[in-house]
T-cell receptor, first 116, second 113 residues
Framework: GAVVSQHPSWVICKSGTSVKIECRSLDFQATTMFWYRQFPKQSLMLMATSNEGSKATYEQGVEKDKFLINHASLTLSTLTVTSAHPEDSSFYIC????????????FGPGTRLTVT | GQNIDQPTEMTATEGAIVQINCTYQTSGFNGLFWYQQHAGEAPTFLSYNVLDGLEEKGRFSSFLSRSKGYSYLLLKELQMKDSASYLCAVRDDRGSTLGRLYFGRGTQLTVWP
């Protein structure tokens, strides 16, 4: 199947700083990428949907000024957590989808963010 | 919301069969996925059902009844490595984002020797 990578796999940062997470589709063109957040023993919650070359669509309750998403190319989307707080500590997972009608999403390995 | 419901936890022994149920309510239904997720890792795809019936793939099978809003994942010949969280996800094509997935909370399966 298609491969999606995320970088970094884990990061620890201090409260108030910003962290950028990259999501790359390695062997296909991802017209759409999704960003999810997952708290311990909880399910995946969609944060936002990004389409290449256009603004991201954020889910209700997700602050777009805090979670900046950029999808500048068909193989790369980035999520920047600005002014991070301890409550932002979570597992962030991206997924990517082609324009194929099956709309199957391929998931990245996730990024564990810890804000101290 | 999509009201996706699945049991929180299940346990079984090696070699046994276990069935994980999932019920859902959505108006734009266009398929149901099952994913396996080990702790600290991303979900991996197991199965996809869009038509009623049973899809078999090795030790894993998935069933869908659209009229009942019901699916199950059947795991046979359980192995220790099957201990993981199993996520039911519904694809909803209503709205502006085609192919959007809504996930259940996941069922944590523990396989005992």
């Amino acid at each position: 199947g298609a491969v999606v990578s995320q970088h970094p796999s884990w990061v620890i940062c201090k409260s108030g700083t910003s962290v950028k997470i990259e999501c790359r589709s390695l062997d296909f063109q991802a017209t759409t990428m999704f960003w999810y957040r997952q708290f311990p023993k909880q399910s995946l919650m969609l944060m936002a949907t990004s389409n290449e070359g256009s603004k991201a669509t954020y889910e209700q309750g997700v602050e777009k000024d805090k979670f900046l998403i950029n999808h500048a190319s068909l193989t790369l989307s980035t999520l920047t957590v600005t002014s991070a707080h301890p409550e932002d500590s979570s597992f962030y997972i991206c997924s990517a989808r082609t324009s194929d009608p099956s709309y199957e999403q391929y998931f990245g390995p996730g990024t564990r963010l810890t804000v101290t | 919301g999509q009201n996706i419901d699945q049991p929180t936890e299940m346990t079984a022994t090696e070699g046994a069969i276990v069935q994980i149920n999932c019920t859902y309510q959505t108006s734009g239904f266009n398929g149901l996925f099952w994913y396996q997720q080990h702790a600290g890792e991303a979900p991996t795809f197991l199965s996809y059902n869009v038509l009623d019936g049973l899809e078999e793939k090795g030790r894993f099978s998935s069933f869908l009844s659209r009229s009942k809003g019901y699916s199950y994942l059947l795991l046979k010949e359980l192995q220790m490595k099957d201990s993981a969280s199993y996520l039911c996800a519904v694809r909803d094509d209503r709205g502006s984002t085609l192919g959007r997935l809504y996930f259940g909370r996941g069922t944590q399966l523990t396989v005992w020797p």
